[in-house]
């Protein structure tokens, strides 16, 4: 049996990132781990995902992360994260937060972004619980958490979504922050690693962003995969 199922956002332009996140996170875990990339896509060619498009969005998992819990047929805990990260904690450690009375566990950040143009000259918006949902602990059996089906995210503003309005503010359980630690935002842990490294502002994957915390080692973990890795 599963012990966690982990979905992790997926986008055209950067599936280096998704097979880093993807690798890091296995190669630290001692629990079973089923790991899907969420695909915009597919959803869309099974009809399933038909939100106009939208110029202000980010990435091409900006509203598709909302269907963890549906891909996860509203059943047991599943995580969802960015495809801008890297692991260097046990993802078994997030078992131990479990609780049936939340919808959701995440970081509850309090971050304002510093520049307005990120990665790959994205737009880099300010919102209210901004990251919140980069990282997202789901309880799919919870009645709020059911409440994400696909009507409602097609439906649904992506403030409803992105600020867990869907879900009563007591049933957003917290996560500690090295399990988002936002690189160029917070400290650094004092064991020397958070747990999961964001790259929320861009990673090593974009050219002139390898000045950035933990390089060496997501650079290092790239060319594993792809021995003819280049930034993009």
Aim: charged share 25%; hydrophobic share 40%.
């Amino acid at each position: 049996m599963t012990d966690l199922k982990v979905f992790i956002g997926w986008d055209s332009r950067e599936d280096i990132a998704y097979q880093v996140a993807k690798s890091s996170l296995l190669e630290k875990a001692t629990v079973d781990v089923d790991v899907h990339p969420i695909k915009l896509q597919e959803l869309v060619d099974r009809g399933v995902y038909t939100r106009e498009v939208d110029p202000l969005a980010s990435t091409e998992f900006t509203y598709s992360r909302f269907f963890t819990p549906w891909l996860a047929d509203y059943r047991g805990w599943a995580l969802f994260c960015d495809c801008d990260f890297l692991f260097f904690g046990d993802i078994a450690g997030l078992l131990d937060y479990r609780d049936d009375s939340k919808a959701v566990l995440c970081v509850h950040h309090d971050y304002t972004p510093k520049a307005g143009v990120k990665m790959d000259g994205k737009v880099q918006t300010t919102y209210p619980r901004k990251n919140w949902s980069s990282f997202m602990l789901f309880n799919c059996d919870h009645p709020s958490t059911r409440k994400l089906t696909p009507e409602l995210i097609n439906r649904e503003s992506g403030a409803y979504l992105h600020r867990m309005q869907w879900a009563a503010d007591d049933e957003i359980g917290a996560l500690p922050e090295e399990w988002n630690w936002l690189e160029g935002w917070n400290a650094t842990p004092d064991s020397g690693f958070p747990k999961a490294v964001h790259y929320t502002n861009g990673g090593p994957w974009f050219k002139d962003w390898q000045d950035v915390a933990y390089a060496d080692r997501w650079i290092g973990m790239a060319k594993a995969i792809d021995p003819d890795f280049r930034p993009i």
